[in-house]
């Protein structure tokens, strides 16, 4: 698993972006099979992405469903400037962004992912204490505006470039920066509360 | 009126008499035509989707009818053949409702291969 | 941490302005320590003085939340549910597209672009080494009126990846030539020209390199 999602476009030299091109060149046809092989190979990450933005793997599911729907209709005009990943982790992107829009005002505490069964070799204080603090930045996400939120977590959970960011979002570098300023702004003095 | 249930049985016979007819894997309409619009864009695969599959017309000519039906055929034996199946399943089915004298000029869509 | 300049205003509209820097009160710009930290840059005064150093500490300490909340991410790796549900929609959709003349000019049978490129691009799959992309199917005559759709042979043009070392001309023709066959006997279609498209070569080490076409 790659460490974050974005794929530069024109990588040419991935056998599997090749791969990706033969297909979505099948699908935009009509080709169906290529389109399920295309959201079985890109489902699982996007699904990662949306449930980082949205805070909810339920309302992620909705989104990536909703994504490749849209996607599939919209193939017969998608061009090749970009690979079939980056067009999708855009869209996605995109529909986060308006879902966390319409979500405005935010209300309850729920925006925290269900939390996995902990197996990791530490001590029950420590463990404790990382779910403590990993609660504590759900709770502090709360506070941020949809567009801090997922420039934010496009940066500092995907890992992804400020350019690339600014692409997905369609906002110029300097917003895109200034947004994941504010957010980690907001953050770290919510961290430093807690602390 | 009389007329057009009496078109609308005849559908509903020729769409029975298709789908028996075998390596047709089911009535489907497509958006055959260049100009021809479908109202919603999605098309369903039983029910109200068979009926709207075919399309029957009356021409001009008196005691003539333009059928046209859509399908999706399996990949075997050849879609030519089956379509020529399904044209002639059609032309009985009205040479049985509609007697002998009912002209029906025939177009068969085949709108996907499983 | 004591800030010089607390933040005010609509987080949407300070975002975009490059008004309301933030201050340390080092005089240092925050937002300009952070990126200095991140891309690897940092000076003298950065690591030694102690406003700057605890807000660094503060960046740090977020970076160290968000990796123990990756850890605690379930992995997603069966994407089943989501196929199922996307697929279920998919397939009862229905695209506008030409259809194709099935038989001779006398027939009235038809059939759609996407099938008939579907049986293509199985046939070109079938064969060793190949693999089909882009299969496009037009009529070659013109139309002879308006509403009327168009009979007579068609030209098919099929996009493929050949995976071998050898002739690639060779392995064009056969290509044209099962798409031929696969016209007669699987479909009934008659096919005026067929233009196969090599758009990718692969070694067995998957390197690759683009050539022309071959007609």
């Known amino acids: 698993m790659p460490a974050h999602g974005y794929e530069p476009p024109g990588d040419a030299d991935d056998g599997e972006h090749r791969d990706d091109a033969l297909l979505t060149a099948r699908a935009s046809e009509g080709d169906e099979e290529a389109f399920e092989t295309l959201v079985r190979r890109h489902g699982p990450l996007l699904l990662r992405l949306a449930t980082r933005l949205l805070g909810s793997r339920s309302e992620a599911e909705d989104a990536v469903q909703e994504s490749f729907v849209s996607a599939w209709r919209r193939l017969p005009e998608f061009r090749e400037n970009s690979t079939f990943g980056t067009w999708m982790y855009r869209i996605v992107t995109n529909r986060c962004l308006n879902m966390l829009r319409a979500r405005r005002p935010v209300v309850a505490l729920d925006a925290v992912s269900e939390p996995a069964a902990a197996e990791h070799q530490v001590s029950p204080a420590r463990a404790a204490e990382g779910r403590a603090a990993v609660e504590a930045l759900s709770k502090a996400m709360v506070v941020l505006s949809p567009e801090q939120r997922v420039c934010w977590v496009l940066r500092e959970v995907d890992g992804l470039p400020y350019e690339a960011i600014a692409d997905m979002v369609g906002i110029s570098q300097e917003a895109a920066r200034g947004r994941v300023f504010r957010a980690r702004r907001q953050l770290t003095e919510a961290m430093v509360a807690w602390r | 009126m009389a007329v057009d249930k009496e078109l609308g049985e005849l559908t509903e016979h020729i769409a029975e008499a298709v789908a028996g007819v075998p390596g047709v894997a089911f009535l489907r309409p497509g958006l055959a035509g260049l100009l021809r619009a479908s109202p919603s864009g999605k098309g369903m695969l039983s029910g109200r989707g068979a009926r709207s599959a075919v399309r029957i017309t009356r021409t001009r000519t008196p005691r003539s009818l333009a059928i046209e039906v859509s399908v999706v055929l399996r990949s075997s034996p050849r879609a030519l053949d089956l379509t020529r199946a399904v044209r002639a399943a059609v032309l009985e089915t009205v040479r049985t409702q509609l007697g002998p004298d009912v002209q029906a000029r025939v177009t068969i869509n085949v709108t996907g291969l499983i | ?215």
């Open chain 3, 1 to 215: 941490m004591a800030m010089n300049n607390p933040s005010a205003g609509p987080p949407d509209d300070m975002d975009d302005r490059e008004g309301g820097k933030e201050r340390l009160p080092c005089g240092r710009d925050l937002a300009q320590v952070w990126q200095q930290w991140e891309e690897g840059q940092t000076d003298s005064h950065s690591r030694s003085c102690p406003h700057c150093t605890a807000a660094l500490e503060d960046l740090d300490g977020l970076k160290h939340v968000v990796r123990q909340a990756r850890e605690e991410e379930p992995e997603y790796e069966d994407a089943n549910v989501l196929v199922e549900r996307v697929m279920d929609v998919v397939q009862l959709e229905l695209r506008p597209g030409r259809t194709l003349p099935l038989g001779t000019t006398e027939d009235d049978d038809w059939i759609v672009e996407a099938a008939a490129a579907k049986a293509f691009r199985a046939a070109a799959d079938s064969l060793p080494g190949v693999r089909a992309g882009s299969c496009r199917i037009a009529p070659l005559n013109a139309p002879s009126g308006p509403r009327r759709r168009v009979r007579g042979p068609v030209a098919v043009r099929i996009e493929v990846v050949i995976d071998m070392t050898g002739d690639l001309q060779e392995a064009a023709e056969r290509v044209r030539q099962r798409l031929l066959v696969t016209a007669q006997r699987a479909l009934g279609i008659e096919v005026g020209s067929v233009d196969v498209a090599i758009v990718d070569v692969l070694d067995s080490g998957g390197h690759g390199e683009r050539p022309g076409r071959w007609r």
